[in-house]
């Protein structure tokens, strides 16, 4: 037994982790190099929030981390998709592994449906549930009784591994619920840690939970960006850890695990501080790197002489939407085909789209650049 809970033999010859509820008891020390990575990663959380208010289309930098970040939590889990997979399917096409694409649009679909909720309900666990249901309903695992929390034992460990030989049990079902109701209760008491401190110890405690049959991890990473933005941390939804946990994800088990073993929850928020100050610089220098793209393809229009105000629209449209079509432009803008076809060839010809089939019919153009800053890190 330490201060983050014991194994408990369990009647049918299994040991499961039984946590002990927040907060840590002996108290978490925040000292020495845990105060300056806390001050570092406030520092630059207030950065990115900030950016929020000062970026020329905020909603649009948002809607495109959105998707970023479903896109690497799912990686986590082992979706084998990619951004130009999400933009293919978004444009109409049919990517191969639309199975793995279809996890990422739920994640989305799942933050959205979070981020509008809590505008009018408090984090508890109905909410959790709700957005659980969302995250798994129609997908693999859709079968698990999407939004209930589990009714029967689950573990944790490489494929084909057993009760007896998994890497990691969480509590059985009753534990697990009892442990949740805790942690409802931990949400709603008046926080006596910083907020920071509060989100990386909530992380840690759901993901030892594992209270639903899947869907855990990537539920557990969406409650990051929730918890900041009902606590006032965040504004926009902005902050997303997946980025820093995929490229350090045998680092982030076996940190989550050295909290189960030893109790040391210190090293676990240091882990996930260093993460905040990763991500949000990142975001923050992505912002820059759109913005000034944004400028740089705008002059290049009046440059060329095709700054029309559909030329210009076209170009706004791009950053929602990489990939495009002369239909899509043709639709979307109310004008013949003609007059799409000779839009996408002049964009095309000032090198903003990239033509990508090699077809003579049916051609689809993509945003390279954009995609390129978007890309960072997703590339599986």
Request: hydrophobic share 40%; proline share 6%.
């Amino acid at each position: 037994m330490n201060r983050s809970g014991a194994y408990r033999q369990q009647p049918t010859g299994y040991k499961a982790f039984l946590p002990a509820p927040l907060p840590p008891n002996p108290p978490i020390k925040i000292e020495g190099e845990l105060q300056n990575l806390l001050s570092n990663a406030d520092m630059s959380l207030a950065r990115l929030d900030g950016l929020g208010h000062i970026l020329p289309n905020a909603s649009l930098f948002i809607a495109m981390y959105v998707k970023k970040e479903a896109l690497l939590s799912s990686q986590i889990e082992g979706t084998q998709a990619s951004l130009e997979d999400l933009f293919e399917f978004e444009s109409g096409m049919k990517p191969e592994n639309i199975n793995d694409v279809a996890e990422v649009v739920n994640y989305v679909k799942a933050l959205n449906y979070g981020m509008e909720r809590l505008q009018e309900f408090p984090m508890s666990l109905r909410l959790i549930k709700e957005i659980h249901a969302v995250l798994m309903e129609g997908v693999r695992g859709g079968e698990k009784t999407p939004g209930e929390f589990k009714k029967t034992q689950n573990w944790i460990g490489p494929a084909g591994c057993t009760l007896k030989d998994a890497r990691f049990v969480p509590p059985p079902p009753h534990e697990a619920e009892a442990a949740m109701g805790a942690l409802e209760l931990y949400l709603h008491h008046p926080p006596q840690l910083p907020a920071l401190v509060d989100c990386a110890l909530i992380h840690y405690l759901f993901e030892t939970i594992h209270p639903f049959l899947d869907g855990n991890g990537r539920l557990g990473r969406l409650l990051i960006t929730f918890y900041l933005h009902w606590r006032g941390v965040m504004e926009k939804p902005l902050l997303y850890l997946s980025y820093y946990f995929r490229k350090y994800r045998q680092e982030y088990y076996d940190r989550l695990n050295m909290v189960r073993d030893n109790g040391d929850f210190e090293q676990w928020i240091a882990f996930f501080l260093k993460g905040v100050v990763v991500t949000a610089d990142s975001a923050v220098d992505a912002a820059k790197q759109i913005m000034e793209l944004q400028s740089r393809h705008r002059s290049l229009l009046w440059q060329k002489k095709i700054s029309s105000p559909l030329a210009v629209g076209i170009l706004e449209g791009l950053f929602y939407s990489p990939y495009v079509s002369v239909n899509d432009i043709a639709r979307d803008f109310s004008i013949s085909y003609q007059a799409a076809s000779t839009l996408i060839s002049q964009l095309e010809g000032a090198g903003i789209l990239k033509e990508i089939t090699g077809r003579k019919r049916d051609k689809r153009y993509i945003y390279a650049d954009y995609l390129q800053i978007l890309e960072e890190g997703t590339k599986l």
